[in-house]
Protein backbone atom coordinates (compact mmCIF):
# COMPACT_ATOMS: atom_id res chain seq x y z
CA UNK A 1 0.00 0.00 0.00
CA UNK A 2 3.35 1.98 -0.05
CA UNK A 3 2.56 3.24 3.31
CA UNK A 4 3.99 2.60 6.97
CA UNK A 5 1.18 0.58 9.03
CA UNK A 6 1.95 1.01 12.92
CA UNK A 7 -0.04 -0.93 15.05
CA UNK A 8 -0.53 -0.13 18.66
CA UNK A 9 -2.23 -2.66 20.94
CA UNK A 10 -1.62 -2.56 25.17
CA UNK A 11 -2.56 -5.53 27.01
CA UNK A 12 -1.69 -7.70 30.00
CA UNK A 13 -0.46 -11.07 28.26
CA UNK A 14 2.57 -10.22 26.19
CA UNK A 15 2.44 -13.08 23.99
CA UNK A 16 -1.03 -12.29 23.29
CA UNK A 17 0.09 -8.99 22.61
CA UNK A 18 2.41 -10.17 19.98
CA UNK A 19 0.24 -12.42 18.17
CA UNK A 20 -2.54 -10.03 17.96
CA UNK A 21 0.02 -7.50 16.24
CA UNK A 22 0.94 -10.58 13.68
CA UNK A 23 -2.57 -11.16 12.33
CA UNK A 24 -3.11 -7.20 12.21
CA UNK A 25 0.00 -7.36 9.75
CA UNK A 26 -1.22 -10.41 8.14
CA UNK A 27 -4.11 -8.50 7.57
CA UNK A 28 -2.83 -5.90 5.41
CA UNK A 29 -0.01 -8.06 3.40
CA UNK A 30 -3.33 -10.21 2.53
CA UNK A 31 -5.95 -6.70 1.46
CA UNK A 32 -2.49 -5.34 -0.29
CA UNK A 33 -2.01 -8.59 -2.12
CA UNK A 34 -5.26 -8.62 -3.72
CA UNK A 35 -5.55 -4.63 -4.09
CA UNK A 36 -2.40 -4.03 -6.14
CA UNK A 37 -3.02 -3.19 -9.40
CA UNK A 38 1.12 -3.55 -10.55
CA UNK A 39 2.50 -7.07 -10.07
CA UNK A 40 5.50 -6.43 -7.41
CA UNK A 41 9.02 -7.07 -8.66
CA UNK A 42 9.41 -10.35 -7.17
CA UNK A 43 11.95 -12.73 -8.90
CA UNK A 44 10.45 -15.53 -7.31
CA UNK A 45 6.84 -16.67 -9.14
CA UNK A 46 4.27 -14.30 -8.37
CA UNK A 47 0.69 -14.75 -8.04
CA UNK A 48 -1.27 -12.18 -9.23
CA UNK A 49 -3.98 -10.76 -6.64
CA UNK A 50 -7.94 -10.11 -7.60
CA UNK A 51 -7.29 -6.79 -8.84
CA UNK A 52 -4.50 -8.00 -11.67
CA UNK A 53 -6.51 -10.28 -12.36
CA UNK A 54 -9.61 -8.33 -13.01
CA UNK A 55 -8.10 -5.85 -15.00
CA UNK A 56 -6.53 -8.86 -17.51
CA UNK A 57 -9.96 -9.37 -17.73
CA UNK A 58 -11.08 -6.29 -19.44
CA UNK A 59 -13.53 -6.82 -21.98
CA UNK A 60 -12.75 -10.38 -21.63
CA UNK A 61 -14.69 -12.20 -18.90
CA UNK A 62 -15.77 -12.12 -15.75
CA UNK A 63 -13.10 -12.92 -12.74
CA UNK A 64 -14.09 -14.69 -9.60
CA UNK A 65 -12.49 -13.25 -6.91
CA UNK A 66 -12.00 -13.02 -3.13
CA UNK A 67 -15.02 -12.11 -0.87
CA UNK A 68 -13.05 -9.71 0.25
CA UNK A 69 -12.49 -7.91 -3.00
CA UNK A 70 -16.28 -8.64 -3.74
CA UNK A 71 -16.93 -6.09 -0.47
CA UNK A 72 -14.49 -4.00 -1.43
CA UNK A 73 -16.00 -3.28 -4.79
CA UNK A 74 -19.47 -3.45 -3.58
CA UNK A 75 -18.83 -0.65 -0.82
CA UNK A 76 -17.35 1.58 -3.78
CA UNK A 77 -20.21 1.19 -6.31
CA UNK A 78 -22.44 2.51 -3.12
CA UNK A 79 -20.46 5.12 -2.92
CA UNK A 80 -19.90 5.93 -6.86
CA UNK A 81 -23.80 6.06 -6.72
CA UNK A 82 -24.67 8.26 -3.79
CA UNK A 83 -21.55 10.48 -4.76
CA UNK A 84 -22.55 10.89 -8.28
CA UNK A 85 -19.37 9.02 -9.66
CA UNK A 86 -17.61 11.93 -7.34
CA UNK A 87 -15.44 7.93 -5.90
CA UNK A 88 -15.06 6.04 -9.12
CA UNK A 89 -13.14 2.92 -8.71
CA UNK A 90 -12.45 2.73 -12.33
CA UNK A 91 -10.31 5.80 -12.19
CA UNK A 92 -7.30 3.35 -13.01
CA UNK A 93 -6.78 4.38 -16.87
CA UNK A 94 -6.33 8.00 -15.78
CA UNK A 95 -4.74 7.41 -12.71
CA UNK A 96 -1.96 5.71 -15.24
CA UNK A 97 -1.84 8.63 -17.56
CA UNK A 98 -0.46 10.61 -15.03
CA UNK A 99 2.27 8.17 -14.21
CA UNK A 100 1.06 7.18 -11.21
CA UNK A 101 1.99 4.17 -10.23
CA UNK A 102 5.16 3.79 -12.35
CA UNK A 103 6.75 6.86 -10.89
CA UNK A 104 6.63 8.22 -14.18
CA UNK A 105 4.50 10.99 -14.00
CA UNK A 106 3.98 13.94 -15.90
CA UNK A 107 1.01 16.19 -17.21
CA UNK A 108 -0.46 14.20 -20.00
CA UNK A 109 -2.01 16.01 -23.33
CA UNK A 110 -5.91 16.98 -23.37
CA UNK A 111 -6.27 14.27 -25.73
CA UNK A 112 -4.62 11.58 -23.61
CA UNK A 113 -7.15 12.20 -20.85
CA UNK A 114 -9.85 12.17 -22.55
CA UNK A 115 -9.19 9.00 -24.41
CA UNK A 116 -8.67 7.27 -20.54
CA UNK A 117 -11.59 9.18 -19.59
CA UNK A 118 -13.62 7.08 -21.58
CA UNK A 119 -12.62 4.21 -20.01
CA UNK A 120 -13.98 5.51 -16.71
CA UNK A 121 -17.15 4.24 -15.80
CA UNK A 122 -18.44 2.60 -12.43
CA UNK A 123 -21.36 1.90 -14.59
CA UNK A 124 -19.49 -1.13 -16.19
CA UNK A 125 -17.55 -2.93 -13.16
CA UNK A 126 -19.94 -5.49 -13.23
CA UNK A 127 -20.27 -7.37 -9.50
CA UNK A 128 -21.72 -10.24 -9.52
CA UNK A 129 -21.81 -11.36 -5.23
CA UNK A 130 -23.56 -15.06 -5.99
CA UNK A 131 -21.07 -15.96 -8.17
CA UNK A 132 -18.49 -14.01 -6.46
CA UNK A 133 -16.94 -12.25 -9.76
CA UNK A 134 -16.26 -9.04 -10.76
CA UNK A 135 -16.34 -7.98 -14.69
CA UNK A 136 -14.89 -4.63 -16.49
CA UNK A 137 -17.19 -4.34 -19.22
CA UNK A 138 -14.95 -2.57 -21.82
CA UNK A 139 -11.09 -3.61 -22.94
CA UNK A 140 -8.82 -0.96 -21.46
CA UNK A 141 -10.75 -0.67 -18.47
CA UNK A 142 -8.90 -1.06 -15.11
CA UNK A 143 -9.93 -0.98 -11.32
CA UNK A 144 -8.20 1.27 -9.04
CA UNK A 145 -8.78 0.56 -5.35
CA UNK A 146 -6.03 3.23 -3.96
CA UNK A 147 -8.57 4.95 -2.40
CA UNK A 148 -10.51 2.19 -0.53
CA UNK A 149 -8.04 -0.49 0.23
CA UNK A 150 -6.41 0.82 3.36
CA UNK A 151 -9.91 1.77 4.73
CA UNK A 152 -10.78 -2.12 4.31
CA UNK A 153 -7.65 -3.32 5.28
CA UNK A 154 -8.03 -1.39 8.72
CA UNK A 155 -11.55 -2.60 9.52
CA UNK A 156 -10.56 -6.14 9.07
CA UNK A 157 -7.15 -5.64 11.17
CA UNK A 158 -8.81 -4.47 14.12
CA UNK A 159 -11.93 -7.20 13.37
CA UNK A 160 -8.72 -9.64 13.87
CA UNK A 161 -7.42 -7.52 17.18
CA UNK A 162 -10.99 -7.42 18.97
CA UNK A 163 -11.51 -11.41 18.17
CA UNK A 164 -8.39 -12.19 19.97
CA UNK A 165 -9.56 -10.35 23.09
CA UNK A 166 -7.36 -6.78 22.53
CA UNK A 167 -9.29 -3.69 23.91
CA UNK A 168 -6.87 -0.85 23.34
CA UNK A 169 -5.58 -0.61 20.23
CA UNK A 170 -4.50 2.81 17.73
CA UNK A 171 -3.66 1.71 14.66
CA UNK A 172 -1.91 4.16 11.47
CA UNK A 173 -1.68 3.12 8.10
CA UNK A 174 -0.69 6.37 6.31
CA UNK A 175 -3.18 9.06 7.42
CA UNK A 176 -5.78 5.87 7.65
CA UNK A 177 -6.19 5.86 11.83
CA UNK A 178 -8.38 3.67 13.79
CA UNK A 179 -8.69 3.99 17.57
CA UNK A 180 -10.26 0.36 18.82
CA UNK A 181 -11.53 1.10 22.44
CA UNK A 182 -10.82 3.69 24.51
CA UNK A 183 -6.77 4.07 25.95
CA UNK A 184 -6.36 2.02 28.93
CA UNK A 185 -7.25 4.85 31.35
CA UNK A 186 -10.51 4.81 29.61
CA UNK A 187 -9.89 8.46 27.98
CA UNK A 188 -10.63 8.50 24.30
CA UNK A 189 -7.67 7.93 22.23
CA UNK A 190 -6.42 11.13 20.80
CA UNK A 191 -5.53 11.68 17.44
CA UNK A 192 -3.74 14.36 15.36
CA UNK A 193 -4.98 16.20 11.95
CA UNK A 194 -1.92 17.01 10.56
CA UNK A 195 -1.70 20.38 8.95
CA UNK A 196 -1.94 19.96 5.22
CA UNK A 197 0.98 22.73 4.47
CA UNK A 198 3.48 22.40 7.41
CA UNK A 199 3.98 18.26 7.81
CA UNK A 200 4.52 17.73 11.64
CA UNK A 201 2.01 20.33 12.61
CA UNK A 202 -1.13 19.61 13.86
CA UNK A 203 -4.91 22.09 13.12
CA UNK A 204 -6.71 20.08 15.69
CA UNK A 205 -7.10 16.96 18.03
CA UNK A 206 -9.80 14.43 17.45
CA UNK A 207 -10.83 12.45 20.59
CA UNK A 208 -11.92 8.96 19.35
CA UNK A 209 -13.16 5.72 20.64
CA UNK A 210 -14.07 2.58 18.56
CA UNK A 211 -13.74 4.78 15.47
CA UNK A 212 -11.65 5.42 12.22
CA UNK A 213 -10.46 9.23 10.94
CA UNK A 214 -9.19 9.35 7.68
CA UNK A 215 -7.56 12.24 5.51
CA UNK A 216 -6.79 12.64 1.93
CA UNK A 217 -4.33 15.50 1.22
CA UNK A 218 -2.94 17.40 -1.91
CA UNK A 219 0.86 16.19 -0.69
CA UNK A 220 0.41 12.29 0.08
CA UNK A 221 1.50 12.01 -3.22
CA UNK A 222 2.51 14.58 -5.85
CA UNK A 223 4.79 15.50 -8.53
CA UNK A 224 5.85 19.02 -9.58
CA UNK A 225 5.97 20.40 -12.81
CA UNK A 226 6.50 23.72 -13.95
CA UNK A 227 5.96 24.88 -10.39
CA UNK A 228 2.46 23.48 -10.30
CA UNK A 229 1.90 20.54 -8.25
CA UNK A 230 0.00 17.46 -9.38
CA UNK A 231 -1.54 15.49 -7.01
CA UNK A 232 -3.11 11.86 -7.43
CA UNK A 233 -6.99 12.45 -6.20
CA UNK A 234 -9.03 13.33 -9.64
CA UNK A 235 -12.17 14.27 -10.43
CA UNK A 236 -13.69 11.37 -12.37
CA UNK A 237 -15.67 14.45 -14.17
CA UNK A 238 -12.53 15.91 -15.55
CA UNK A 239 -9.66 13.45 -15.54
CA UNK A 240 -8.11 16.12 -13.85
CA UNK A 241 -6.75 16.98 -10.09
CA UNK A 242 -9.29 17.62 -8.07
CA UNK A 243 -8.28 21.48 -6.35
CA UNK A 244 -11.43 22.92 -4.21
CA UNK A 245 -9.71 21.39 -1.22
CA UNK A 246 -6.12 20.20 0.05
CA UNK A 247 -7.29 17.81 2.89
CA UNK A 248 -10.29 16.17 3.92
CA UNK A 249 -11.05 14.26 6.82
CA UNK A 250 -13.71 11.39 7.31
CA UNK A 251 -14.59 10.11 10.89
CA UNK A 252 -17.03 6.97 11.28
CA UNK A 253 -17.18 3.86 13.25
CA UNK A 254 -15.76 2.08 9.20
CA UNK A 255 -12.95 2.77 8.03
CA UNK A 256 -13.62 1.37 4.59
CA UNK A 257 -16.32 4.00 4.55
CA UNK A 258 -14.11 6.98 6.20
CA UNK A 259 -11.36 6.36 3.27
CA UNK A 260 -13.84 6.00 0.63
CA UNK A 261 -15.45 9.71 1.55
CA UNK A 262 -12.03 10.94 2.42
CA UNK A 263 -12.02 10.58 -1.46
CA UNK A 264 -15.06 11.82 -2.32
CA UNK A 265 -15.24 14.76 -0.65
CA UNK A 266 -12.00 15.76 -1.62
CA UNK A 267 -13.30 15.44 -5.52
CA UNK A 268 -16.79 17.28 -4.27
CA UNK A 269 -15.25 20.06 -2.95
CA UNK A 270 -16.54 22.37 0.36
CA UNK A 271 -19.68 22.87 -0.98
CA UNK A 272 -21.22 19.96 -2.44
CA UNK A 273 -19.12 17.88 0.03
CA UNK A 274 -20.42 19.49 3.24
CA UNK A 275 -24.04 19.46 2.14
CA UNK A 276 -23.64 15.42 0.94
CA UNK A 277 -22.02 14.76 4.25
CA UNK A 278 -23.88 16.17 6.49
CA UNK A 279 -26.73 14.59 5.80
CA UNK A 280 -24.85 11.07 6.40
CA UNK A 281 -25.66 9.13 9.66
CA UNK A 282 -22.69 8.70 11.75
CA UNK A 283 -19.86 10.16 9.55
CA UNK A 284 -18.08 13.47 10.45
CA UNK A 285 -16.02 15.19 8.43
CA UNK A 286 -13.11 18.24 8.68
CA UNK A 287 -12.87 19.91 4.98
CA UNK A 288 -9.31 22.46 4.13
CA UNK A 289 -9.92 24.65 1.54
CA UNK A 290 -6.48 26.27 -0.39
CA UNK A 291 -7.38 29.38 1.37
CA UNK A 292 -6.97 27.96 4.87
CA UNK A 293 -10.16 28.12 5.79
CA UNK A 294 -11.87 24.94 7.80
CA UNK A 295 -15.04 23.53 7.41
CA UNK A 296 -16.36 20.76 9.84
CA UNK A 297 -19.75 19.26 10.44
CA UNK A 298 -21.73 20.29 13.82
CA UNK A 299 -21.68 16.52 15.34
CA UNK A 300 -17.88 16.71 15.87
CA UNK A 301 -18.09 19.44 17.78
CA UNK A 302 -17.71 17.57 21.23
CA UNK A 303 -14.79 15.85 20.18
CA UNK A 304 -12.83 18.11 17.82
CA UNK A 305 -10.43 20.41 19.00
CA UNK A 306 -8.64 23.01 17.15
CA UNK A 307 -4.92 23.99 18.32
CA UNK A 308 -4.92 27.57 16.48
CA UNK A 309 -2.08 27.33 15.02
CA UNK A 310 -0.86 27.89 11.02
CA UNK A 311 -3.22 30.51 10.23
CA UNK A 312 -6.33 28.13 9.77
CA UNK A 313 -10.14 30.05 9.51
CA UNK A 314 -12.40 27.67 11.61
CA UNK A 315 -15.82 28.02 9.77
CA UNK A 316 -17.72 26.20 12.53
CA UNK A 317 -21.35 24.86 11.64
CA UNK A 318 -21.72 27.88 8.61
CA UNK A 319 -23.56 25.07 6.38
CA UNK A 320 -25.05 23.32 9.55
CA UNK A 321 -29.12 22.52 8.03
CA UNK A 322 -30.77 21.85 11.15
P1 LIG B 1 -4.17 8.12 0.27
O1 LIG B 1 -3.92 6.95 -0.61
O2 LIG B 1 -3.10 9.14 0.25
O3 LIG B 1 -4.61 7.77 1.65
P2 LIG B 1 -6.85 8.54 -0.76
O4 LIG B 1 -7.51 7.60 0.15
O5 LIG B 1 -7.53 9.84 -0.95
O6 LIG B 1 -5.38 8.90 -0.35
O7 LIG B 1 -6.74 7.80 -2.13
C1 LIG B 1 -6.17 8.34 -3.26
C2 LIG B 1 -6.05 7.20 -4.26
O8 LIG B 1 -7.37 6.84 -4.69
C3 LIG B 1 -5.29 7.53 -5.53
O9 LIG B 1 -3.92 7.24 -5.40
C4 LIG B 1 -5.97 6.63 -6.53
O10 LIG B 1 -5.46 5.32 -6.40
C5 LIG B 1 -7.41 6.60 -6.07
N1 LIG B 1 -8.26 7.67 -6.62
C6 LIG B 1 -7.92 8.90 -7.08
N2 LIG B 1 -9.01 9.62 -7.46
C7 LIG B 1 -10.08 8.79 -7.21
C8 LIG B 1 -11.50 8.94 -7.38
N3 LIG B 1 -12.04 10.05 -7.87
N4 LIG B 1 -12.28 7.88 -7.04
C9 LIG B 1 -11.74 6.74 -6.54
N5 LIG B 1 -10.44 6.55 -6.35
C10 LIG B 1 -9.60 7.55 -6.68
MG1 LIG C 1 -9.56 7.43 0.57
Redesign the pocket.
Known amino acids: ???LVRVHVICEDEEKGRKALKQAFDVFKKIDHLTN?FPENKPVAFSPGDVLKINGSAGLKPVQVSADTIRIIQR?QYY?GLTG?????S??P??DSWG??NNQQYVPADEEIGRALSLVDYGKVEVDPGKATVFLTEPGMSL?????A??YAMDEAVKALREVGMKHALINA???VYALGTRPDGEPWRVGIQDPRSSGDIVAILSLKDSAA????DY??YFEQEGVLYH?????STGKQ?RELIQ?TVVSESATDA??L???L??LGPRRGMSFVEDLPGTGAVLIGPDKVVLATANLNNQLTFTGDGGYQIARNVTQKR
Open positions: MNTRSAGAFDVIGVMFGDLGGVKGGGCVTSGQRHIIDPATDISTAFV
